[in-house]
């Protein structure tokens, strides 16, 4: 699986945002989908997962503002990014997970996307 993510910017702050990831060379309609963020020198964060059923789960960071859907038809992973904070800012990543579940660790998915910058200014 190659995945492809895009959709990164700059926004000012409670603006929003909307990330996708897709994927190609296998569907990716029985995997859990992840989105993670990173900022330089600091570990890869759990934003938002969606399993392959479609129920979705997410950081206490973002709950309430970000939404995480899926597109199986377009092998499409979707991150909406609304009221943003500029301690949202980071490098966002789109993984998929072997199985049809996941969870938030980084280490268990194994295909990943090179990252799109969203940057918050305030």
């Known amino acids: 699986v190659q995945l492809q993510a895009s959709g990164g910017g700059l926004v000012q702050a409670g603006g929003s945002l909307r990330l996708s990831c897709v994927a190609s060379k296998r569907t990716i309609s029985n995997n859990a989908m992840g989105w993670f963020r990173q900022n330089p020198g600091k570990e890869r964060e759990f934003v938002s997962r969606?399993?392959?059923?479609?129920?979705?789960y997410y950081a206490d960071s973002v709950k309430g503002r970000f939404i995480i859907s899926r597109d199986n038809a377009k092998s499409t992973v979707y991150l909406q990014m609304n009221s943003l904070k500029p301690e949202d800012t980071a490098v966002y990543y789109c993984?998929?997970?072997?199985?049809?579940?996941?969870?938030?660790?980084?280490?268990?998915?194994?295909?990943w996307g090179q990252g799109t910058m969203v940057t918050v200014s305030s």
């Open positions: 993984a998929a997970n072997l199985g049809s579940i996941g969870n938030s660790s980084p280490g268990t998915y194994r295909y």
């Open positions: 969606i399993t392959w059923t479609g129920t979705t």
